[in-house]
């Protein structure tokens, strides 16, 4: 029996969401091909990818996908991120004390 | 119905093509839903009579395609939740992924092109999920010529 990881979500230290993850199918189509005047049908080889969204702290700017070949390279990154979220929303709050008059 | 959260469009411009391939791939992510309000293919670099096909597809698996973020209609709207990536949003598919079914398929004389205008009734909605892709395809390897193709999208996203 194999147990297959396909989601999980990456959160701030504040709750807030950072990363999603998500396992994609990759190919495993296929395409009609003429070969010789003979239609022929070719099978994609397919693979597997994880999908980690970058949650854009700020909607006007697009989510960043970026993939990653094991489940373990897909939370890394998602953690990396959620870590400097953390350190940039401690800088805004910082920023926003130190202007008050 | 909640309200839609933008309209956004991915447009594959000017590119020869003669193969059988995706030419447009959406990811319509987890926690989004797409309404696809349009759809269409021409071209504009032969002016000979030739017969092909296009279909919108629903794939279970991704297509590996060129990266392309797609284009809101407005400039103070949010961003596209259907992010570019090669095995997300993007154009011309170098792998094909697996058809689970068609929404639309039409045949047409290249001289003319083709645009899909469906009734609001009748619009296909693909509620996302983590392999929720819509995929315009030539079934079929099309004559040679520079083909334009694009898919427009009411967007649900939050």
């Not at chain 1, 979500?9 to 396992?23: M, S």
């Not at chain 2, 839903?33 to 092909?52: G, K, M, P």
Request: glycine share 8%; net charge negative; aromatic share 6%.
């Amino acid at each position: 029996m194999t147990t297959v990881i396909t989601a999980a979500r990456v959160d701030c230290p504040d709750g807030r969401v950072a990363a999603t993850v998500d396992l994609v199918e990759v190919g495993g189509g296929s395409q009609t091909v003429t070969v010789d005047g003979v239609p022929e049908e070719r099978v994609h080889p397919g693979s597997t990818v994880y999908h980690v969204r970058f949650i854009s702290p700020d909607r006007m700017m697009p989510d960043e996908l970026r993939e990653a070949a094991t489940y373990g390279d897909a939370i890394a990154l998602g953690e990396a991120y959620a870590a400097r979220l953390a350190e940039h929303a401690e800088r805004i709050a910082s920023l926003a004390t130190d202007l008050r008059v | 119905m909640a309200a839609p959260s933008g309209l956004y469009n991915l447009i594959r411009s000017s590119v020869v093509t003669s193969t059988a391939i995706t030419v447009n791939q959406v990811l319509v992510p987890a926690a989004a839903a797409a309404e696809f309000t349009r759809a269409w293919c021409n071209q504009d670099s032969v002016t000979t009579t030739n017969q092909t096909r296009i279909q919108l597809n629903q794939n279970s698996t991704a297509c590996t395609v060129t990266s392309q973020t797609p284009f809101p209609a407005q400039k103070s709207m949010q961003a596209s939740k259907a992010v570019g990536g090669t095995s997300a949003t993007g154009i011309t598919a170098t792998g094909e992924g697996t058809v689970t079914g068609q929404w639309w398929q039409e045949g047409f004389n290249i001289v003319n092109g083709i645009l899909y205008l469906p009734v609001p009734e009748a619009r296909w909605m693909l509620v996302g999920q983590a392999a929720g892709f819509a995929a315009l395809k030539f079934p079929g390897a099309p004559a040679s010529a520079a083909y334009t193709t694009g898919i427009e999208w009411l967007e649900f996203a939050g």
